[in-house]
């Protein structure tokens, strides 16, 4: 995976230089009305593509950390509900053990009323 990973990066890459090889003439690139410069296109590709690469890598990121969280809530959840299992399980054995006292009492009275 990580060599497909690579392969795509490279070709990206190799494919941006040769287009920025082949057009260097100069556009007047607008960043606000009154703000207007006059820049190379393959400078510009090469900044465009960067800001969008960065902006893709931020958005993973936030994703990445909100999966995070989320998987973190759930597993509180999860030792939440297990540890309410376990109380749960001690609970109905100290009430077999009860209900198996108050059998024995009642077999014993049975027998010595008889």
């Given at each position: ?8 990066i490279f ?46 890598g931020l958005?993973?990121?936030?994703i990445k ?50």
């Open positions: 995976m990580i060599i497909f990973d690579f392969l795509i070709l990206t890459c190799l494919a941006l230089a040769l287009f920025s090889l082949q057009n260097t003439q100069e556009i007047a690139l607008k960043i606000l009305p009154e703000l207007e410069i006059q820049v190379s296109l393959a400078v510009a590709l090469i900044v465009s593509m960067g800001l969008g690469a960065i902006l893709s958005y993973l990121t936030w950390v909100r999966n995070y969280f989320q998987f973190w809530g759930k597993t509180r959840q999860i030792k939440s509900r297990e540890k309410q299992i376990q109380q749960l399980k001690e609970d109905i054995e100290s009430r077999q053990a009860e209900l198996e006292l108050l059998r024995q009492e009642k077999t014993i009275s049975e027998s010595e009323a008889s």
